[in-house]
Antibody, heavy 121, light 106 residues
Framework: EVQLVESGGDLIQPGGSLRLSCAASGFTVSSNYMSWVRQAPGKGPEWVSIIYSGGRTYYTDSVKGRFTISRDNSNNTLYLQMNSLRVEDTAVYYC???????????????WGPGTIVNVSS | IQLTQSPSSLSASVGDRVTITCRASQGIDSYLAWYQQKPGQAPKLLIYLISNLQSGVPSRFSGSGSGTDFTLTISSLQPEDFATYYCQQLNSYPLTFGGGTTVEIK
């Protein structure tokens, strides 16, 4: 069964760091586009970052220089390292597998259940 | 690229035909997807590349449109369809989602 499960969410003070993990099963993370999406309380989803199968990465402007997406091929796991956390980073963080057709992104076809990050003093 | 969904909410009855619109601030070719989200759950993919039905999604869901104007249609609303729906563009970075349309029971 194709599945994603996030972990690592926590209550953290502003300025702190956190690393989120996303364990995949049923497919190979390194062979796919993988992404992180967050959703603040009562708001819509917000795309955060993506990593290509070839290793290229992209970020939304608000997290550039603070967040880093990476993967561990041996563990088939996706990560999001979050530094210099701000109150506005508070959200449910989802990892997602991104489908592609002819080298172009098509949709976020598999999502994990999410992990909660609460940045508060 | 900004995506504007309308309406932001609607009330409908079981069996109704429901149409949700998503307008992009610039052309996004065919790189538009639709998702359904229920409270406490992750979004679920319904439609990709404007009109392609994701495997396992009921055929009462359909998508259409081109250029900057897109539509999600539910042909006959079922009890399990009451949820919030989001469009997403994957044409260029940053990837963006619409503001959502909540479908409520009338």
């Amino acid at each position: 069964e194709v599945q994603l499960v996030e972990s690592g969410g926590d209550l953290i003070q502003p300025g702190g760091s956190l690393r989120l993990s996303c364990a995949a099963s049923g497919f190979t993370v390194s062979s796919n586009y993988m992404s992180w999406v967050r959703q603040a309380p009562g708001k819509g989803p917000e795309w955060v970052s993506i990593i290509y199968s070839g290793g290229r990465t992209y970020y939304t402007d608000s997290v550039k220089g603070r967040f880093t997406i990476s993967r561990d091929n041996s563990n088939n796991t996706l990560y999001l390292q979050m530094n210099s956390l701000r109150v506005e980073d508070t959200a449910v963080y989802y990892c997602a597998k991104v489908g592609s057709i002819a080298g172009r992104l098509s949709a976020f076809d598999i999502w994990g259940p999410g992990t909660i990050v609460n940045v508060s003093s | 690229i900004q995506l504007t969904q309308s309406p932001s909410s609607l009330s409908a009855s079981v069996g109704d035909r429901v149409t949700i619109t998503c307008r992009a601030s610039q052309g996004i070719d065919s790189y538009l997807a639709w998702y359904q989200q229920k409270p406490g759950q992750a979004p679920k993919l319904l439609i990709y590349l404007i009109s392609n039905l994701q495997s396992g999604v009921p055929s009462r869901f359909s998508g259409s449109g081109s250029g900057t104007d897109f539509t999600l249609t539910i042909s006959s609303l079922q009890p399990e369809d009451f949820a919030t729906y989001y469009c997403q563009q994957l044409n260029s970075y940053p990837l963006t989602f619409g503001g959502g349309t909540t479908v409520e029971i009338k």
